[in-house]
């Protein structure tokens, strides 16, 4: 590959230091895939010949260290996806339980109104801000809008209704009303997280 470039400036070309392109070259670690990428344009090579130029046996290091970095990045996805995930269901836990077993029954209900018009609310568009921005569950996403409608409507159904209906001992329905409010802010939010995540990626 005669390019004539130094480390130096092949490293600014990558946006990477001098000392991580001299550990690449001694074999002590290796580029991720978007380096090897921005290696064949600079070259003017082939991925196959950056891929495979060194050998057979640093070629399968290599695969063992893309597999074992896809790996790390998939392993920390699916941990943001439970702390996601565990950190709503927290939320959502903690009202019901506020509600019912540690607030008097005069502040109940002024709870319930704040926990179903503020605090769910706004738990609800960040959530889904974040299930765009980072593309989780890929297009099925947006069934998010569909669970966390049905959720909201239930924070509705076993606080503020399931208390109207103990105290005067009737059965009401679930407000579908409050369904469509809660898919509503979080199509909102998962509209508004795809953009910023397609914005992000495209820079």
């Known amino acids: 590959m005669e390019a004539q470039l130094t480390q130096e400036q092949v490293a600014d070309e990558l946006g990477i230091s001098r000392q991580t392109m001299s ?3 001694n074999n002590k670690t290796y580029p991720d895939i ?3 990428i921005k290696m064949s344009d600079l070259y003017k090579v082939s991925l196959d010949y950056l891929l495979k130029g060194s050998g057979e046996k640093q070629m399968t290091n290599y695969m063992e260290y893309l597999e074992e970095s896809t790996n790390t990045v998939k392993s920390k996805t699916n941990l943001s996806k439970i702390i996601l995930i565990a950190t709503y269901l927290g939320i ?3 009202a019901l339980i506020m509600f019912w ?3 008097s029954e005069s502040d109940a209900m002024g709870f319930s109104i ?3 018009w503020v605090i769910l ?3 609800t568009f ?3 801000i974040l299930i765009g921005k980072n593309g989780y569950w890929g297009k099925w996403k947006w069934a998010a809008a569909l669970i966390l409608g049905a959720m909201y409507m239930l924070a509705s159904y076993t606080t503020f209704s399931l208390a109207n209906m103990i105290a005067f001992h009737k059965i009401n329905i679930p407000d579908f009303g409050m369904f469509a409010a809660g898919a ?3 199509l909102i939010g998962l509209g508004i997280g795809t953009l910023v995540g397609r914005r992000r990626r495209s820079k």
């Open 34 to 36: 978007v380096s090897v």
């Open 126 to 128: 960040v959530i889904s």
């Open 114 to 116: 704040m926990f179903l």
């Open 23 to 25: 550990n690449w070259e």
């Open 121 to 123: 609310p706004i738990t």
């Open 101 to 103: 077993l540690i607030l």
């Open 92 to 94: 959502w836990a903690f």
């Open 184 to 186: 509503v802010i979080s």
